[in-house]
């Protein structure tokens, strides 16, 4: 089971940028897709972006296209959020999580800890 751990979070205004990285140990990075969510109190956990194993797709939420950009290095074992133009409905705690098949992400088969993201107006 591969164990994840997010950095990068913080406060920032809107308007300007984060990057989160997502370091994977413990299992064989490059068979897992790849994808970050985030959840805000009250609210369901919102699927903001994935990349496939060997990064030749990526997807993205309609709320953050544009403006955020999934990366990956395989040799590295990490994963990175680029966020810019950032707004203060992104506030969230951001999550990094891990599947060996990307066809459903409703139950990934790991999770990060989390990392919290404030965007102030």
């Known amino acids: 089971q591969v164990h994840l751990v997010e950095s990068g979070g913080g406060l920032v205004q809107a308007g300007g940028s984060l990057r989160l990285a997502c370091a994977a140990s413990?299992?064989?990075?490059?068979?897992?897709?790849m994808a970050w969510f985030r959840q805000v109190p009250g609210k369901e956990r919102e699927l903001v972006a994935h990349?496939?194993?060997?990064?030749?797709?990526?997807s993205y939420a309609d709320s953050v296209k544009g403006r955020f950009a999934i990366s990956r290095d395989n040799a590295k074992n990490t994963v990175d959020l680029e966020m810019n133009s950032l707004k203060p409905e992104d506030t969230a705690v951001y999550y990094c999580?891990?599947?060996?098949?990307?066809?459903?992400?409703?139950?990934?088969?790991?999770w990060g800890q989390g990392t919290q993201v404030t965007v102030s107006s």
């Open positions: 990349i496939s194993r060997l990064a030749l797709a990526t």
């Open positions: 413990g299992g064989r990075f490059s068979d897992y897709a």
């Open positions: 999580a891990a599947k060996r098949r990307s066809s459903d992400w409703a139950s990934p088969d790991s």
